[in-house]
């Protein structure tokens, strides 16, 4: 059975640090490009950032360039993103997606982050 499960949001203050980490389970992490998005009340779920396979490129959503970094641990089965000098635009949330070599795709169920003081 497939699972993604993200951990690690919450309520943080404007310039805080956050880091989201999303376990899977149930396919061959290593060989599925993995990103994170996120869904803000009343917007579309955007794309955050991107890893390919063995992290050979990373892409980001220009909001964040600078700020957030993504990682993966393919011996943890884990995806993670750092998130630092947050701002309230930033408060959604947070979904990780793992996409396979033939197209398939799988969602976690997301983890909240709120930034607020």
């Known amino acids: 059975q497939v699972q993604l499960v993200e951990s690690g949001g919450g309520l943080v203050q404007p310039g805080g640090s956050l880091r989201l980490s999303c376990a899977a389970s149930?396919?061959?992490?290593?060989?599925?490009?993995l990103s994170w998005h996120r869904q803000a009340p009343g917007k579309e779920r955007e794309l955050v950032g991107r890893?390919?396979?063995?992290?050979?490129?990373?892409t980001y959503a220009d909001s964040v360039k600078g700020r957030f970094t993504i990682s993966r641990d393919d011996a943890k089965n884990t995806v993670y993103l750092q998130m630092n000098s947050l701002k309230p635009a930033d408060t959604a949330v947070y979904y990780c997606?793992?996409?396979?070599?033939?197209?398939?795709?799988?969602w976690g169920q997301g983890t909240q982050v709120t930034v607020s003081s």
């Open positions: 997606n793992a996409v396979g070599p033939s197209g398939q795709g799988y």
């Open positions: 149930g396919f061959i992490f290593s060989w599925y490009v």
């Open positions: 890893i390919t396979v063995a992290g050979g490129r990373l």
